[in-house]
Structure formats: C-alpha cells, structure tokens
C-alpha cells in the first residue's frame, strides 16, 4: 500500500500563501509521476498540479502563475507552493499518485490537507 502524508494546509485570508508537503516512500516518489488534486465540498476531484519523475511539470491553468510544484528528491518530499489564495479554492487538497501519465488517472492518495480561504 502506497502510503502518502500530506501537511501544510489551515486556514489563509484571500489573497494570502500556503505551501502544501507530501511524504511518499523513495521507490514510489522515484517512479510515478505525483501530484495535487482538491476537492472542494459537493464538488468533484480537480487535478491541479502535477510532476513526473524526470521533473516535468503540469499546472492547470486556473492555477498557473499562482501555484508551483516542486520537488525534493532527497526528502522524497513534494511541495505545492500556493500564492494569491481566492476563497474559491477552499478544498481538500490530496497528494497522490498517476497510474502513467500525468494529469490522468490516480494512483492512490492520502488523506489530504484542508485548506481554507476567507473572503
């Protein structure tokens, strides 16, 4: 079981920054690609941001020029670094693994980090 810990959400004013961290095990982090998705309440799984074991890089573009992925290959650590906040991506935010391609289809993912954004 692929096991991956999420942390760095909580509550920001719009406008504001948070950086989200994901732990993964070394033969998992060096071998799938791994990334972010949210799920805001009532709504559906939104990948947002993704990078591939050779460091290719996915941003949604609703994201883009706001949010960067990042990741320490020491660590095994991946980051997702969050500015300008909009109380519409009050969400979940879940690390997770891509089966092949990434943005496509999950692997697994952990329990995720809530992240809320006053207006």
């Known amino acids: 079981e692929v096991q991956l810990v999420e942390s760095g959400g909580g509550l920001v004013q719009g406008g504001g920054s948070l950086r989200l961290s994901c732990t993964v095990a070394a033969s998992v982090f060096n071998t799938f690609a791994i990334g972010w998705f949210r799920q805001a309440p009532g709504k559906g799984r939104e990948q947002i941001a993704c990078?591939?074991?050779?460091?290719?890089?996915y941003i949604k573009d609703s994201v883009k020029g706001r949010f960067s992925i990042s990741r320490d290959n020491v660590e095994n650590t991946l980051y997702l670094q969050m500015n300008r906040l909009k109380p519409e991506e009050t969400a979940v935010y879940h690390c997770?693994?891509?089966?092949?391609?990434?943005?496509?289809?999950?692997?697994?993912w952990g329990q995720g980090t809530r992240v809320t954004v006053s207006s």
């Open positions: 990078i591939s074991p050779d460091d290719i890089a």
């Open positions: 997770a693994t891509f089966d092949t391609t990434c943005p496509g289809i999950l692997g697994s």
